[in-house]
């Protein structure tokens, strides 16, 4: 019998075996806090204290996509659709601008119509005259042509996240509908499409899904690494009543489990990728109140306050019992300034925040700050 690796020692290391990924996912709970304080100390090491804001606008709820956990999915006729309109996807901007974010994220269900397309992109072309330059755009609007995602990138976006959910192939047949249209392959083209047009991207996966081990957890983790990958958004998988993936609720982890679990995936993330992005998600506050705090001590450097106008919120639910969705954009960030300098972090305010990662990828100077 092997003896059982000193956890200690494993983090010495300055990257993991798969093996020994699985074991430091494996860890129970005293064990874990050495990974979290690992990480806290490689974050400050490497990309500091300063956490970027993206004011998230969540633009529509309407998709042609059924992904089996989404709650905005096409099959869900429990939901109103709805689209914001340019002025409002304006004001969110004005907003962002008024408030020194430097950032905004504008995120939608997948519609591939050359109507779609242009919308959004005279939507990014908009916001830039509007803020003469200063506001950068992050899309998150599902897979896309390589033509679209370079006319969007041409009107001035540029970061994109687009989550592969899982890289497991056989997972993700399990959590979408077993046709063409949502295809693993396809999810890896797009993102090949997305870096070779210029985008920094992000993507993510889902953390205690039904049918998903610690091997495949692992495995996620490597992938980022071996796609080089920018920036990530990833958290626990919350069911949601009106999916085909809630009858496997009995499969699930507790959710304080999930919660935890996650919090390993993004401390392992920030030690084994020093120099990424990594977003703390609305995910992780949904499960522990201060999830999303506990994610930014362990490890993540990018918060998305949610910008959106108030009537649309409740419309927006990815997953149940999302956080915030009857707060004033204004009362968010009132509660997320104090909680930041609390944990002594700092804002980087009107600073686009971007991926360290990609900027020594195409500039071998490690001596220039992407933030200045
Ligand atoms: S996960 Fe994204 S692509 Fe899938 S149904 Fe939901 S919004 Fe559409």
């Known amino acids: 019998m092997n003896p059982k690796p000193n956890i200690q020692n494993l983090l010495e290391k300055e990257s993991f ?64 659709r709805y689209r914001l309109t340019e002025n ?12 020194h974010f430097g950032s905004m994220v504008i995120q939608g269900g997948e519609l591939s119509s050359t109507q779609n397309t242009r919308r959004i992109g005279q939507l990014v072309t908009k916001i830039k005259q509007l803020s003469q330059g200063k506001i950068g755009i992050t899309l998150s609007m599902g897979e896309q042509s390589r033509e679209t995602y370079r006319y969007w990138f041409e009107c001035g976006a540029h970061r ?44 993510g996966v889902m953390i205690g899904l039904p049918f998903q081990t610690n091997d495949d957890l692992a495995n996620d983790l490597e992938f980022f690494k071996n796609f080089d990958i ?17 009858q496997y609720k009995d499969l699930l982890l507790p959710p304080l489990d999930r919660f935890y679990l996650s919090l390993k995936m ?12 990594i977003a703390a998600t609305t995910a992780m506050e949904t499960i522990h109140p201060r999830g999303k705090i506990l994610a930014l001590q362990t490890g993540a450097n990018v918060m998305m306050p949610n910008i959106t106008p108030l009537k649309y919120r409740d419309d927006y639910l990815l ?18 300034i104090q909680d930041i300098s609390a944990i ?29």
């Open 160 to 203: 994109y996240l687009l989550r592969i959910e899982t890289s497991n192939p056989d997972l993700y047949k399990k959590i979408h509908p077993m046709d063409t249209f949502h295809s693993f392959e396809k999810r890896l083209q797009a993102l090949d499409d997305l870096r070779n047009e210029g985008f920094q991207v992000g993507t």
């Open 319 to 336: 997953y149940e019992g999302k956080p915030h969705i009857n707060e004033e954009s204004q009362l968010i960030l009132d509660h997320l």
């Open 88 to 99: 409002e996807v304006l004001e969110a901007a004005q907003f962002v601008l008024d408030h």
């Open 266 to 277: 993004l401390a392992l993330l920030r030690i084994t990728m020093p120099d990424i992005n």
């Open 230 to 246: 920018d920036m990530i958004g990833m958290g626990p998988y919350i069911e949601h009543k009106n999916t085909p993936l809630y």
């Open 17 to 80: 075996s798969h093996d020994e990924l699985v074991t430091l996912l494996s860890v129970d709970k005293a064990e874990q806090e050495l990974i979290f304080e690992k990480a806290s100390q490689v974050k400050q090491n490497t990309v500091g204290n300063k956490v970027y804001l993206r004011g998230l606008v969540e633009y529509s709820n309407i998709c042609t996509k059924n992904c089996l956990y989404c709650g905005v999915r096409s099959g869900n006729k429990n939901i109103r």
């Open 344 to 372: 002594h972090c700092e804002i980087g305010w009107d600073n686009w925040g971007d991926s360290r990662h990609f900027f020594y990828r195409h500039y071998e100077n490690k001596e220039i700050d992407p933030n200045p």
